[in-house]
Each structure stands twice: as structure tokens, then as C-alpha cells.
């Protein structure tokens, strides 16, 4: 927008401030995991149920969890990945495996008050937390749990990540072949192998350790790279072994991966191997690919704010479109994009539209892809024979 002057009589001096100009962008957090779980020992004044909680890497405030229910261990092994800002909701363990599994889904009670995964929609308004990465231990590999889930991720624009039901690889593809949506990553199956404190090990669900890798990605190199190929800390082996074998299409682990499930293999350490998602529409097959699209998107509207209810010119145009080149320029020289086009089309911004207070911009983008398929190619050549003798004997 252009500079205007006051309007208001003055005989005298005084001081007009011009803050018109394009504003900068910030890209927002990506790197926020949103935690449900159990935890009856837990201090009760720090972690109130079906209430938001902060824990800004802050193992201290974690170990207040106590040690019982799905929550304790979760935190631990986020925290042996990357110690970072997590958002804890505490449910109330039932009397039944049932039971449980309905705190968990919650809902919104008579009073008004959300409960399970619904408390994670009140959690911007509560810890000032935006949590992306949703992830409900021991209760994920459960159809009817992760159905419920798949609303709050809407909701938030966030990515849940399921557990498989650590059975068989069959069993992990027909569970993957239950749910259709970009905002599920493929379930991660098999569990994982832990010490317990007692000395002896442990099965847990591992959608806390890849939730913990993705937040370490994120923070290392940028939202829009892979979370995959990375080796888990804290783990000591895979549940069930998986056949894994570099170039082998017919290994265990090529199986799951085609099928959209991502897994974990033994190769110089427990390593996550896969982050597609269950979306059909191959667009958004890759995980980063969703992400990217999310924190863009989301970034730019947040800046927009200030625009609202500005009078409509070409110069309010000229801005708009100043400021969002000016972050997908930023985000491209830091990798997250390949290129990008800004515009605005008169076919769309009518008169009418434009009576009625209608303002409408265009952009377009392309965020890189994980390398998923590396081909070499050799060919022995006879040709080579040729250079044995050059130059005599």
C-alpha cells in the first residue's frame, strides 16, 4: 500500500510514520509433535487430563509423567532422537482395553471441555504450540483409534504417525490399505526392541522414535527433507527381523515400501526406512512433499493477516505479490523449493469479486523429492581389451 498522509489540521511540526512496504515472511514450526497417551502415575498438578501441555525440551518436566502407561516411554525415546517441543495430552486409563481406547478418541464433553485427541485443537490457544506431528502410541495400530485420529489431523493440517500391528508384513499392508488420506503416513510397522528399566527388553510401539527423527530432520536440514534413512538411538533391535537387502526388489523391506508401509532395518544400527503416506493420489505420495505444501502454505497466509480489510488498488496487489515472492525466493535459496511463479489474473479478480471485497492471487511451486530409486548403469565393454598393448610391452 501506498504511503497516505494524515488527513487531520496541524499548524505546527510533527513526525508521520510511513510503515508501508512489503512485510517479511516467517516460515512457522514445523517440528512440533503432538503426544496422546496414558500416564496414571503422573503428577497430576504438571499434567491435569485432557489438557495441553507444554514440555519445551525440558526432560525434567518429562520424567513427571512417572514411569506407568504409554506416555513415559514415548517421551523417553523422542527424547533420545532430538529433545525438542513436545505437546502432551493425558487421558485417564480405563478399566478396559475399550475403555481406554475412548479417552483416547475423546470427544467434546457436555461442558463444552475437549477431551483426547480433541484437547490437541485447543492447544495453540493453550501453550501457544502449534503441534504437527501427532502421534498416539499403543492405540494407532487400532482401526477405529486411527479413523478418529484422521479428523484432528484435518483439522490441525497435521501428519499422523501410525503404528502397524507388529504381527506380519501382510497384516502391515492390509492395515495400510485401510485409510486414504495424505495427512497418514504409512503405518510404521514392525515395533521396536528397548531396555526396560529393570534390565530386560521391551516391544513398544516405534511411532514416537520416527516422530523424534522427524524433528531432528527438520531441525538439522529443513521441513522438506526425508525423515528416512536415519538410525534410531535407544533401540536395540526390530521386533521382528526384516529382509533388507540393497537392489534386492523381491527383500521383505521393498515389499512393505511398495505397499506403503515404512519399516525399520538393521543396517549399522536400527534405521527408519520409508516416509510415504497413505494418500492414493500419487502427488502426494512422499511425505516432505505434504509437509512442504502445508508449512508454505500456512506460512503465507499467517503473514497475510496484516492485508486484511487494507483498501483494494493495484499498489495493494503490487504489495501482496511483493511479499510472497519475497519468502518463496527465501525459501528456494535454502533449498525447500526448485522454483516458483507469483501472479494475479484479471479473469479472476472481476469487478465483482472486487466490489464484494474479493482479492485473489496465484502462486505456483515445485519442493524437491527424496531420492527414492537410485539406478546405476553397467555394461562390460570388450572395447576395453584394446588398451592392453598400447604402447608396447
Not at 140 to 156: E, G, M, N, P, Y
Request: with cysteine; charged share 20%.
Amino acid at each position: 500500500m501506498t504511503f497516505a498522509l494524515p488527513q487531520t489540521y496541524n499548524h505546527g511540526a510533527r513526525r508521520v510514520i510511513d510503515d508501508s512496504g512489503a512485510r517479511a515472511v516467517v516460515a512457522l514450526e514445523s517440528a512440533v509433535i503432538g503426544l496422546v497417551g496414558t500416564a496414571p502415575d503422573a503428577d497430576e498438578t504438571v499434567f491435569p487430563l485432557n489438557t495441553p501441555v507444554a514440555i519445551l525440551a525440558d526432560e525434567v518436566r518429562a520424567a513427571k509423567l512417572g514411569q506407568a502407561g504409554t506416555l513415559p516411554d514415548a517421551m523417553r525415546l523422542i527424547y533420545a532422537q532430538a529433545v525438542c517441543w513436545v505437546v502432551v495430552v493425558r487421558v485417564a486409563e480405563g478399566q478396559t482395553e475399550a475403555e481406554t481406547d475412548t479417552n483416547v478418541i475423546g470427544g467434546v464433553g457436555a461442558d463444552g471441555t475437549r477431551k483426547g485427541f480433541n484437547a490437541l485443537l485447543s492447544a495453540r490457544g493453550v501453550t501457544n504450540l502449534w503441534p504437527r506431528i501427532l502421534i498416539a502410541p499403543g492405540f494407532t495400530h487400532k482401526q477405529a483409534v486411527l479413523t478418529a485420529f484422521v479428523s484432528i489431523a484435518d483439522r490441525l493440517r497435521g501428519w499422523i504417525f501410525p503404528d502397524g500391528p507388529n504381527t506380519t508384513s501382510e497384516a502391515a499392508v492390509a492395515y495400510r490399505a485401510m485409510f486414504s488420506s495424505r495427512r497418514v503416513l504409512g503405518p510404521l510397522d514392525p515395533w521396536l526392541v528397548i531396555r526396560a528399566d529393570d534390565g530386560s527388553d521391551k516391544v513398544v510401539p516405534s511411532s514416537p522414535v520416527a516422530a523424534g527423527l522427524a524433528v531432528l530432520r527438520h531441525h538439522d536440514k529443513g521441513y522438506w527433507w526425508s525423515m528416512s534413512n536415519q538410525v534410531a538411538n535407544g533401540v536395540l533391535r526390530t521386533a521382528r527381523p526384516i529382509d533388507f537387502m540393497l537392489g534386492d526388489v523381491e527383500c521383505e523391506q521393498n515389499y512393505l515400501n511398495s505397499m506403503q508401509v515404512n519399516t525399520w532395518i538393521q543396517d549399522g544400527g536400527v534405521r527408519l526406512w520409508g516416509d510415504d503416506t497413505c494418500a492414493d493420489d500419487n502427488m502426494w505420495l512422499f511425505w516432505p512433499t505434504v509437509v512442504a505444501d502445508d508449512i508454505i502454505g500456512d506460512s503465507l497466509v499467517a503473514s497475510y493477516k496484516r492485508l486484511v480489510d487494507q483498501g483494494i488498488s493495484r499498489n495493494f496487489f503490487d504489495e501482496w505479490v511483493e511479499q510472497t515472492n519475497f519468502f518463496l525466493r527465501d525459501q528456494k535459496n535454502a533449498g525447500a523449493l526448485i522454483g516458483f511463479k507469483v501472479w494475479v489474473e484479471g479473469d479472476l479478480n472481476t469487478p465483482t469479486n472486487l466490489a464484494s471485497g474479493k482479492a485473489i492471487m496465484r502462486y505456483s511451486y515445485r519442493s524437491p523429492t527424496p531420492a527414492r530409486d537410485l539406478i546405476v548403469i553397467s555394461k562390460i565393454d570388450n572395447a576395453f581389451f584394446e588398451d592392453l598393448f598400447k604402447g608396447g610391452v
